[in-house]
């Protein structure tokens, strides 16, 4: 069935993003430290949100069910209940001390998407569409519990590792341990995975966690594709010894070779362009005020547009860790915790998305921005299953992991007429 394309009503519009606005300081209010935002994989937090957004689902005539790995979902049939299905979502799991957008916008702009598109039928709702929709709010995004990200859509992708099972947190409680302890099945989580046969594709609307749309003075951007990332934990070897008694001469300190480590990856980074690295964690021990540092530990975070160029990047650093290290008499190591490709949004999910964001423009504006996403997103699980494609919406001033965050009522309600319109674009393809 050809979609109709419409313009939704402004006042519908700015309705439901003041409703998405309101739900977002409604949602900061689950948290696990009074006063921050903190919403972590598996917490009774993580349950609460669960179970608000399941309400907001069926209040927008969905069904819903929490799947085998704590993600929480709603699903709208077509008239055809064979339909494969559109996924929207996002993630509502936090950073520590978090906005109170990044992630959490997009899910509950998917709803309201939901509640424009879906036609009234026998005291219930269908999806108008030649798909049946589901709006799919993840569970873990950040990895801010277990240190490994995506958990929520790489069970969804069908991609889990049971090597993950043995991973804990900063209690010691494991994986395993907390899906028990928040009343989920280890053995079953594989019912989580989603066949591509049954997906018509993933869209993602999000803020964007940097100033280019901001800079740039517009609203909405398409993104083309989500970062190839890299992550390690690096381990510095030297010797602790009485601060007071050993010349410098003598020094092997560990914590000065991980600072001029973290420097050489600013230096090297800043050459190329493309890639962004970050030391966000380092550590001394035995970490006392009358000891040289006898090792230290620090963490990398690479990312960059193509694969290719953050690993001949990485392979850079690590010589300069070599030259480094040798010349102050340190040893050191690096574990790779995390490695994922970038993933291209889909050319077809990209050009519905752009059509959308012209519906939000005057007549002859400017073609939309296209930005690639230097932030990781669920759609990175998520595209080997199905194809992606991801909305962003300006966030002032480009602060995001961080309270600060921040997005505006009109670019939300820019932001869902754009999402609406995508979805309307997608249903008009040819099957
Ligand atoms: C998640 O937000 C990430 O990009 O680290
Ligand atoms: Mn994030
Ligand atoms: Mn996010």
């Known amino acids: 069935m050809p979609a109709r394309l419409t313009s939704f009503p402004p006042d519908r519009l700015a309705t439901a993003a003041r409703r998405v606005m309101a739900r977002c300081d409604e949602l900061a209010r689950v948290t696990a430290t009074t006063g921050k935002i903190e919403r972590v994989y598996l917490s009774p937090e993580h349950a609460r949100v669960n179970r608000l957004a399941a309400e907001w689902m069926r209040e927008v005539g969905m069904t819903t069910r929490q799947d085998a790995a704590g993600n929480q979902l709603g699903r709208l049939e077509a008239a055809d209940a064979a339909a494969r299905a559109l996924l929207l979502g996002s993630h509502l799991d936090t950073v520590l001390d978090a906005g109170r957008f990044d992630g959490i916008v997009g899910v509950l702009m998917a709803l309201e998407v939901v509640r424009l598109l879906r036609e009234p039928v026998d005291g219930g709702f269908v999806s108008p569409l030649p798909f049946a929709l589901e709006v799919l709010a993840f569970s873990d995004e950040e990895g801010t519990r277990f240190g490994k990200a995506l958990l929520g859509s790489s069970a969804v992708a069908g991609s889990w590792n049971d090597e993950w099972w043995s991973l ?164 050191w190591r690096a574990r790779e915790v995390h490695n994922a490709a970038a993933v291209m949004c889909a050319p077809l999910l990209q050009d519905v998305i752009r059509e959308g964001i012209v519906s939000t423009l005057p007549r002859g504006a400017d073609a939309p921005p296209v930005i690639f996403s230097r932030a990781g997103h669920d759609g990175m699980a998520i595209g080997s299953i199905t194809d992606v494609g991801m909305l962003f919406l300006r966030n002032p001033d480009g602060i995001s992991h961080h309270p600060d965050e921040a997005v505006s009522a009109p670019d939300v309600a820019l932001g869902i007429q754009a999402f609406a319109e995508s979805v309307l674009h997608l249903a008009a393809e040819p099957a």
């Open 168 to 331: 804990e947190d900063a209690d010691g409680t494991s994986l395993r341990q907390a899906f028990l302890e928040f009343g989920l099945d280890p053995a079953r989580v594989g019912e989580a995975a989603r066949r591509p046969d049954e997906l018509v594709g993933y869209l993602e609307a999000h803020i964007e966690q940097g100033p280019e749309l901001h800079r740039r003075g517009e609203s909405l951007a398409v993104v083309s594709s989500i970062a190839s990332a890299r992550r390690f934990q690096l381990q510095v070897e030297g010797e602790a010894r009485h601060a007071g008694g050993t010349p410098y001469d003598m020094r092997r300190d560990a914590l000065l070779g991980a600072s001029e480590a973290a420097l050489a990856v600013e230096r090297i980074c800043r050459s190329e362009h493309h890639i962004i690295g970050t030391v966000g964690q380092l550590e001394a021990f035995p970490g006392a005020v009358n000891i040289v540092p006898g090792e230290a530990r620090f963490s990398l975070d690479l990312r960059g547009e193509f694969d290719g160029e953050r690993d001949r990047v990485w392979d850079a650093i690590a010589r300069d860790l070599d030259e480094i290290m040798g010349r102050r008499g340190l040893r």
